[in-house]
């Protein structure tokens, strides 16, 4: 079988030849990031006046040329791997699928080929393969998570009136979402820093656990649910690593455990009406906040074309949206569940490929974690799994929060330690 990287011959250094590739892994993050954080930026809030701050066109536009930039750019790198002969790891395969499904289901139900589905399929990809090639992925990751999170909290003294919203009641009164589209969208990139901490920490106990409670003051800020839960679910699951690691690093996995405890604490404490009580009388949360509004929306959708779903673009366009505005209004930008989107955007063709995905992802973090096996399992788990309940951690476009995330995510499971591996 053709192997996608050849081994360094005896004598090679192994360092020298890897940090070229290792300086175009982080640049292309970096940009990809960066490109994202620009348009939240230029296109401002739901709950922020984008007028104070520039004219709302100049971010369709920028996000138009970014588009046509990175589309050709991944193209042109793609066409350029294949020419090498690189075989695509396998991993790489099914994701490819699932994506392929989705240009397919647009196809038969709008007639349509989204340019949006493509590139975010080539940057995806592009991004992976020099990632399949670099030396410590997550080393990259952290240093790229740890500026980031440091930048979030420059928008916070600089620019508050930005990177502020309005808080839940009863709670905080404002909520962070920084220089992301929305809260919901920081929180998990907090919850991946403290994950990339631990795989791969700092030099000396005293930087780890002042970035820990970077993120963790992040976190609350944010007063995402969902990734408190990924927190808390993560800390159990890094419990087999953590006992075999130094001292210093035990600490700070206790400290990351005992955390999350210590927030439902405070949380149940600060709600004085009686939180079992509250929730169970609380629409919001019997209905998840409109979700289950959602899913039936959705799926009714689907089922018109249960083989291929309603189409990527026909989901939730402006049609969609506004029937569903006059039912119970307001407007929903996607089916918030990661099943019931497959299914509404690529019927059972895309929920197969989807289920194809994630289990070659559980294979792959199995057999390749070693000491982090139950970590990337984990990691899998909460980030892909539990998140999809109630958002769409595959979603589109390819310049996106969510994008940016689940590319991050991806190459931690696919490619989580210094492997001497050659190939998948």
Excluded at 361 to 382: C, E, K, N, P, Q
Aim: aromatic share 10%.
């Amino acid at each position: 079988m053709k192997r996608s990287l050849s081994l360094p011959t005896k004598g090679t250094d192994v360092t020298t030849r890897s940090e070229p590739t290792d300086r175009k892994l982080a640049w292309a993050l970096s940009l990809l990031l960066g490109a994202v954080t620009l348009l939240n930026f230029l296109n401002g809030h739901s709950s922020t006046p984008t007028a104070v701050f520039f004219d709302p066109e100049i971010g369709n536009q920028m996000g138009r040329v970014l588009s046509y930039v990175g589309l050709a750019g991944g193209l042109l790198f793609l066409v350029g791997q294949m020419l090498r002969h690189r075989v695509f790891p396998p991993v790489l395969m099914f994701l490819s699928l699932f994506y392929a499904a989705l240009l397919l289901s647009d196809l038969l139900s709008a007639r349509n080929f989204s340019q949006t589905v493509l590139m975010t399929w080539l940057v995806v990809v592009s991004i992976a393969l020099l990632a399949e090639t670099s030396v410590d992925v997550t080393r990259i990751i952290r240093n790229l998570l740890l500026i980031y999170l440091l930048f979030n909290v420059a928008s916070l003294l600089l620019i508050p009136q930005f990177a502020l919203q309005q808080g839940y009641a009863g709670f905080l009164p404002v909520r962070l979402h920084g220089l992301a589209n929305q809260a919901n969208s920081l929180g998990p990139y907090a919850v991946l820093s403290i994950v990339t901490l631990i795989i791969r920490p700092l030099r000396g106990v005293l930087p780890n656990t002042l970035f820990v409670l970077l993120s963790l003051c992040l976190l609350l800020l944010t007063q995402s649910k969902t990734s408190l839960v990924l927190l808390a679910l993560l800390s159990l699951f890094s419990l087999p690593y953590l006992t075999r690691r130094t001292p210093s690093v035990q600490r700070l996995g206790l400290f990351l455990l005992v955390t999350p405890l210590c927030m439902l604490v405070m949380g149940i404490s600060l709600d004085r009406a009686g939180t079992v009580d509250a929730l169970l009388n609380d629409d919001n949360v019997v209905t998840l906040t409109g979700r289950t509004a959602i899913w039936n929306t959705t799926l009714d959708a689907w089922r018109s074309s249960p083989l291929h779903g309603y189409g990527y673009s026909r989901l939730w366009n402006e049609d969609m949206r506004y029937g569903f505005e006059l039912l119970y209004g307001w407007r929903p930008g996607y089916s918030h569940n990661q099943i019931v989107q497959t299914l509404g955007q690529a019927g059972w063709i895309g929920l197969t490929t989807l289920i194809a995905l994630i289990s070659s992802l559980f294979i792959r973090a199995w057999s390749v974690g070693g000491d982090l096996r139950w970590l990337l399992v984990g990691l899998l788990t909460t980030f892909y799994v539990v998140r999809g309940q109630t958002e769409v951690p595959l979603g589109l476009p390819a310049l996106s929060d969510n994008t940016v995330l689940q590319i991050l995510v991806f190459l931690l499971l696919v490619w989580p330690t210094k492997s001497k591996e050659s190939s998948l």
